[in-house]
């Protein structure tokens, strides 16, 4: 059995989740008697996510060099933080509520998962996404939607895709290092299935 360890399931989090959590970390961890020399001092911490916070606020008026600076600070931060749970994990040597007590999240034993309804997967090309349904019966068509994340966080709206014959669908001309989400509904000679649970995807 594998021992627990940090997780860094906060590279997937919308921006001002990982403010949130980036945070959360820094009042958890520093102060805490089980670590007691992180490798990295709290005020060089706080003040990444302070900049990430001015980054994101200034990404949602400014324009291309705002957003290049947004991308630049949650890179740092993601590189911090990473840094961060590695001392955690050497510190805590598998313990699980020394890792929570640290503020960050435990890996767990995998768990057999029944197939995903729907995946989302890399295209050919830069900003391209394929996507992969389930087949169902008497599923005449399948109808796919989008939605784009905006700078700050907030879910975007649905859009319609496109449609398809089969369960797979491809989307192309996607907006590079931004977070999308996608679901499908089935067409069927009885009517239009409600639309799949949507999965996210950051587009590389």
């Known amino acids: 059995m594998k021992k627990p360890k940090p997780v860094f399931d906060f590279a997937q989090y919308a921006i001002a989740e990982k403010i949130s959590f980036f945070r959360h970390v820094n009042s958890q961890l520093y102060g805490n008697p089980l670590y007691p020399t992180p490798d ?8 990444v ?5 001015a980054a994101m606020q200034a990404a949602k008026e400014g324009g291309p060099a705002a957003m290049s600076a947004l991308h630049d600070a949650v890179e740092r931060a993601d590189t ?17 509520t020394s890792i929570l007590s640290s503020g960050f999240h435990v890996s767990k034993q995998p768990v057999i998962k029944p197939k995903a309804e729907l995946v989302a997967l890399d295209g050919e090309h830069s900003g391209d996404v394929k996507l992969v349904g389930k087949a169902k019966d008497r599923g005449a068509a399948y109808r796919w939607q989008m939605s784009k994340e905006l700078d700050d966080g907030t ?5 319609d895709a496109g449609t398809s014959t089969r369960a797979t669908f491809e ?12 679901r ?5 000679p009885a009517g239009t299935s409600d639309f799949c649970e949507p999965v996210s995807k950051i587009i590389t």
């Open 40 to 47: 990295i001092p709290e005020a060089e911490a706080t003040a």
């Open 155 to 159: 879910e975007g709206v649905w859009v």
């Open 80 to 96: 911090l933080y990473r840094n961060l749970a590695h001392y955690v994990e050497r510190i805590a040597a598998g313990d699980e």
């Open 171 to 182: 989307v192309s001309g996607l907006q590079i290092m931004k977070r999308y989400k996608f």
């Open 49 to 53: 996510v302070d900049a990430l916070e």
């Open 184 to 188: 499908y509904a089935v067409v069927t």
